[in-house]
Structures are given as structure tokens and as C-alpha cells.
T-cell receptor
Framework: DAKTTQPPSMDCAEGRAANLPCNHSTISGNEYVYWYRQIHSQGPQYIIHGLKNNETNEMASLIITEDRKSSTLILPHATLRDTAVYYCIVTLQYNQGGKLIFGQGTELSVKP | SAVISQKPSRDICQRGTSLTIQCQVDSQVTMMFWYRQQPGQSLTLIATANQGSEATYESGFVIDKFPISRPNLTFSTLTVSNMSPEDSSIYLC?????????????FGDGTRLSIL
């Protein structure tokens, strides 16, 4: 599984967009980019994932660069409840031997 | 998604004892996993719970210490055996829903375990 690099911490003002970067320069062609977050005292929550194309759901948008070496998770209107540790994980599908390997993630603090 | 329930949610145990953690899902799932999160750390995969066969353990984890059962498609248990203070962690169950190979995993809220 490819290694990812994320900033250890970020701040964001409530109501503004939060843009969380992730570098994965060694990603292989069939590895997916997954984003999870962990709010204090809870289990990780799945946010979004993608292979090549940009993806959007009710929680967030995922922008993957054309060379797939980096991606950005966008929370369009951050709220205080979005304060959490955000994990970017690159992995194969499970049936291809993929596993979720959690790094240290980015601790996002949304401030009033 | 799915509703994933873990029991107990927390416990305080004496060293040398064993504790079995249960993970129940409200629908049939293809894969079930067990993770450990040590204090202040990220999650580490312990093993994949295979239905009807022995679990697949990651490097550094062994069956004698963390026996796992998965009798059906909605339930699994993890036992932490002969506990020591170093086993104080949050233990989390996750599941992969049916529907293709790139389904995301969904996590329970974990079992907070403290060993005295």
C-alpha cells in the first residue's frame, strides 16, 4: 500500500471551506484514495473515496490530481462538529490484498 | 451503511484475566475486521475475521493472545487474553458491506479497555 503524507494539524473558521491535502506520490494505478475521520471518543467515520475522478457526496468533495500523486478533501462549509482527525488512506481493494493502514492523520480544528 | 454494536463499550480489568469483546452488525456483511488504537495513537489492524475459518492475523499479532471467532455473517468476537497494562487500548470492529470490491469499511465506536 502506498504511503501518504498529511499535515499534522490545520485550523478552519466555521462556515468556511476546509481543504485538507494529502500526498501519495507512490500510488499505483489500481489503488484507491479513501478518507475517514475520527471524532473524539468515536470510531472512524467513512467520508469518501475515489480512484481517478473527482467525487462528491453529501459530506465532502474529493479532488484527485491528474497524476494521482496528491488529493484534497474539501468540506464546503465547515462546522464545529467537523473538528476531528482526518485520515487519508491509499489502498487496493480488499479482494486484491488491500488493507486500511492508518497514519497519524490531520487534526482539523474548526473555530467559531 | 450498517449499524455496528460493540459490547462492552468499556471495561476495567485485572492483569492476567481475559475479556471477550462482541461485535454485532444489523445486516449481513462480507468482511469483518478488528483494530487496536493505543492511547494517543492511530489505528492498527489486528486481524481479519473470516466466517467459518480461522482469522488472518497481521504481523505482531497472534491467535493465542487475540483469539477471534466469526460464527456467521453478522457477528464476531475478539478475546484479549492474559491481559497486561500494555493491552490498555480501544478495540474497534469494522465491517465491509456487500456490493463489490471497493466498498468502504464502517466502524463501531469501540471498546475502551483499561487493565490495572
Amino acid at each position: 500500500d502506498a504511503k501518504t503524507t498529511q499535515p499534522p494539524s490545520m485550523d478552519c473558521a466555521e462556515g468556511r471551506a476546509a481543504n485538507l491535502p494529502c500526498n501519495h506520490s507512490t500510488i499505483s494505478g489500481n489503488e484507491y484514495v479513501y478518507w475517514y475521520r475520527q471524532i473524539h471518543s468515536q470510531g472512524p467515520q467513512y467520508i469518501i473515496h475515489g480512484l481517478k475522478n473527482n467525487e462528491t457526496n453529501e459530506m465532502a468533495s474529493l479532488i484527485i490530481t491528474e497524476d494521482r500523486k496528491s488529493s484534497t478533501l474539501i468540506l464546503p462549509h465547515a462546522t464545529l462538529r467537523d473538528t476531528a482527525v482526518y485520515y487519508c488512506i491509499v489502498t487496493l481493494q480488499y479482494n486484491q490484498g488491500g488493507k486500511l493502514i492508518f497514519g497519524q492523520g490531520t487534526e482539523l480544528s474548526v473555530k467559531p | 451503511s450498517a449499524v455496528i454494536s460493540q459490547k462492552p463499550s468499556r471495561d476495567i480489568c485485572q492483569r492476567g484475566t481475559s475479556l471477550t469483546i462482541q461485535c454485532q452488525v444489523d445486516s449481513q456483511v462480507t468482511m469483518m475486521f478488528w483494530y487496536r488504537q493505543q492511547p494517543g495513537q492511530s489505528l492498527t489492524l489486528i486481524a481479519t475475521a473470516n466466517q467459518g475459518s480461522e482469522a488472518t492475523y497481521e504481523s505482531g499479532f497472534v491467535i493465542d493472545k487475540f483469539p477471534i471467532s466469526r460464527p456467521n455473517l453478522t457477528f464476531s468476537t475478539l478475546t484479549v487474553s492474559n491481559m497486561s497494562p500494555e493491552d490498555s487500548s480501544i478495540y474497534l470492529c469494522s465491517v465491509e458491506l456487500p456490493g463489490g470490491g471497493n466498498q468502504p469499511q464502517h466502524f463501531g465506536d469501540g471498546t475502551r479497555l483499561s487493565i490495572l
